[in-house]
């Protein structure tokens, strides 16, 4: 780890670099083990230098919410990427734009839209994530996406050039789209609708209640698991997992949660064997007793 280009980023970058980070933490799985490189890009002026100092020379991935990530228990021999506070702005550009960072989590921007009487922002107040991620995955809920409220989206690839890419460039799929996975999303613009304000409350607070309701919360899990097989069947991942998996099933401390059978839970210690362990069973299972092959909607860094 003394080498002479580590100790230059060190140099450069001081705090805001550390080496052998811990990322057990940063993730609601509570699981993972070291990067050998944790930047934390507190400016785009300052994102742009690390870029162009590493040179490309090292994998990069972007660590946003930690909520829907599991971590390898083995070091990461790259860099993992916090963005900071300047990529956690938020404002209105006339009546009905946002323009967000990616930083900033869906709560946060559902509530802004909320204060500003725009409709269509509704279904992000229960999605645990932020708008980089949202954007990455084209996450949504409720039968609404981000592709549904997106105008445009500001990225910098590995060499640092600066994009915008307008939505009628993107293609976007259920939980995917065709952007490179060599861009950072800077920030992104978002077009609402005007609509009465006790009209945009109470559907916020109607969708939120129901996703309390039939989802985990306040325990150390990260999410849906697996993608809805919506080209294979009708069926939802859910049912598709309970016909085909004893659902007490458990690796260690990873389990099935009682509560929606598509979130896997750390109940304590569980390690990312454990974890990776029962994602691989159930999708053996249901791969065995449906001829389905799951598509895992969590990240998984190793």
Not at 246 to 266: R, W
């Amino acid at each position: 780890m003394k080498t002479e280009y580590l100790k230059n980023l060190f140099d450069t970058f001081g705090e805001n670099i550390k080496f052998d980070y811990n990322l057990k933490k940063r993730t609601w799985f509570n699981i993972g083990g070291k990067t050998k490189i944790f930047y934390k890009a507190e400016s785009l002026k300052n994102l742009v230098n690390f870029l162009k100092k590493i040179n490309d020379k090292e994998k990069i991935f972007i660590l946003g919410a930690g909520s829907n990530t599991l971590i390898s228990d083995e070091l990461f021999d790259g860099v993992v990427v916090k963005l900071g506070k300047s990529f956690n702005n938020i404002s209105l550009l006339g009546e009905d734009l946002i323009i967000a960072g990616s930083a900033v989590s869906d709560k946060t921007l559902s509530d802004f839209a909320i204060n500003n009487s725009l409709s269509g922002f509704e279904f992000l107040s229960g999605i645990p994530g932020t708008v980089g991620g949202g954007i990455k995955m084209n996450a949504g809920c409720f039968g609404s996406e981000f592709k549904d409220i997106l105008i445009s989206v500001q990225a910098v690839d590995k060499k640092g050039n600066i994009i915008t890419i307008p939505k009628k460039d993107i293609n976007f799929e259920y939980r995917n789209n065709n952007l490179s996975n060599d861009l950072i999303f800077l920030s992104a613009s978002f077009k609402g609708v005007k609509a009465d304000l006790n009209d945009i409350k109470n559907k916020t607070i109607r969708l939120r209640n129901e996703k309390e309701r039939n989802q985990p919360n306040r325990i150390k899990t990260s999410g849906s698991t697996f993608k809805n097989p919506i080209s294979q069947t009708n069926k939802k991942v859910w049912e598709l997992i309970k016909q085909s998996v004893p659902l007490d099933k458990s690796f260690g401390d990873a389990c099935i949660s009682e509560k929606h059978c598509n979130f896997f839970v750390n109940k304590g210690n569980a390690t990312f064997k454990d974890m990776k362990d029962l994602i691989n069973f159930v999708t053996d299972n249901v791969y065995k007793k449906t001829g389905i092959k799951l598509e895992k909607e969590i990240k998984i860094l190793e």
